[in-house]
């Protein structure tokens, strides 16, 4: 019986590793250091194709605006000119 007693602290940590296990792992952890936040990955996308489609459509539908504005003027009408035969696709269907 006394070799029992001797091996009884032995015996225990052999049959019951999962405590043993985490009080090692309570005495080796430590606090958070890495902040959890929210990714800003779909906002970035967001406004750089924003941004991306802006160039690609705005700034150029801009230039046309403009130089039909500044350089063509504005649109007038007039009577049609004496003798003239309207073309087949000229005719209100």
Request: aromatic share 20%; hydrophobic share 45%; proline share 5%.
């Amino acid at each position: 019986m006394v070799l029992f007693s001797k091996f009884r602290p032995l015996l225990q940590t052999v049959l019951k590793p999962a405590e043993q296990l985490q009080t090692i792992v309570k005495r080796w952890s430590s606090e958070r250091r890495m902040q959890m936040m929210i990714s800003e990955f779909h906002e970035r996308k967001f406004f750089d194709l924003f941004h991306y489609y802006f160039l690609i459509g705005l700034v150029p539908t801009f230039c046309v605006v403009f130089y039909a504005n500044v350089f063509v003027g504005q649109a007038t009408l007039a009577e049609i000119p004496e003798g003239y035969e309207p073309r087949h696709w000229e005719y209100y269907k």
